[in-house]
């Protein structure tokens, strides 16, 4: 989406210019860029009170790692994520393109496919047009809103969908002002504090608004999303707002099991009450639904029929991961797809 000066009348670039399913992902990043605008409007004020830029290189992180300074197109994208944009073209068979990916220490979450990573180490990941690898950290918080028609875009949202990823402690603060003035320069803002402490029965906190909380809505509605659990996870969950449990009538607990999420529907709180959202700890996942995943992988390659079900019926034999890939290997598989499986597998 990048713009560059040119007076050639074939430049545009607008989505309706581009081929059918370039159009289609090109609008879905416009409107996922209008969700994140709480993120990134916070990440910003950061950006102004501690000259932290939005983006950052990774060895600004982490300067003591080698591997930090040999992936200079990927990046971190405020305080919670790691972007690893893709620029080579799409594979042919495999139908994807590929980027090789440094994570470091400790689990990670890409935040489109739903895939958990281990960390401290290089992985070669696949992706199709509508996604590139962004990865949240285990701990990381991350506040979107849904409201993303132009006349909801104006004002400071009536809704938060905040997404939370299990495995670390984590603090996110939500910053707002008036979205037209400079008067977050004498401190007319409102600043709402985000937590996660991990524990026997971890628990998710929504803080009292500090500063002028005439600037955001006297009460909220919250979609939580918790990421790293188990589906009996959601029968665990106690919602409580200043100490007292809120009726059953204005919170719904549903499970999202493509994202290992316990999603949790608040209705109406008061910006001003102090919100808790406590769920098991016993009831974690770490693990990737790999026959699922491969299945996709391979319904969508433009590869022959019977190598589709060879490999299909080796992954559902259950054999250990360092099996599976000897006999991939064995099988003479193009590179490429034995690359885009080992993702998945490992």
Known sequence: MRLHSTKSEFNGKEPWR?????????????????????????????????????????????????????????????????????????????????????LPEGTWYDIYTGMIYEGGRRVMMYRDLKSIPVLAKAGGILPFTREIRASQAVKNPDSLWIRVFAGADGSFLLYEDDNETCGYQDGIWAKTLMTWQEGEQPVFTVEPAS???????????????????????AKTVEVKADGVSLPADQVSVTYIRNK?????????????????????????????????????????????????????????TGRSVPVLLSELHAMGVDRDLYGALAEVLV
């Not at 949790?264 to 769920?279: A, F, H, K, P, W």
């Open 18 to 102: 581009f081929a059918k399913e370039t159009e289609i992902a090109m609008g879905e990043a416009l409107r996922e860029r209008h969700r994140m605008i709480p993120y990134l409007y916070s990440v910003n004020y950061r950006s102004y009170q501690e000259d932290l830029p939005v983006v950052c290189p990774m060895y600004y992180e982490y300067p003591e790692e080698k591997e930090a300074y040999e992936v200079p197109n990927q990046y971190w994208f405020g305080s919670e994520l790691i972007a690893a944009p893709i620029t080579s073209p799409k594979i042919s068979g495999v139908n994807k393109a590929k980027t090789s990916v440094w």
């Open 211 to 233: 500063g002028d909380r005439s600037l955001i809505p006297a009460v909220r509605d919250y979609e939580v999303e918790l990421t790293g659990f188990g589906e009996r996870a």
């Open 260 to 316: 290992k999420a316990v999603s949790v529907n608040i209705s109406q709180v008061d910006t001003g009450r102090r919100l808790e959202i406590r769920v098991s700890g016993r009831e974690r996942t770490c693990g990737n639904d790999m026959e699922e995943r491969v299945y996709a992988l391979l319904n969508q390659a433009e590869i022959e029929f019977l190598l589709k079900d060879r490999i299909y019926g080796l992954i559902r």
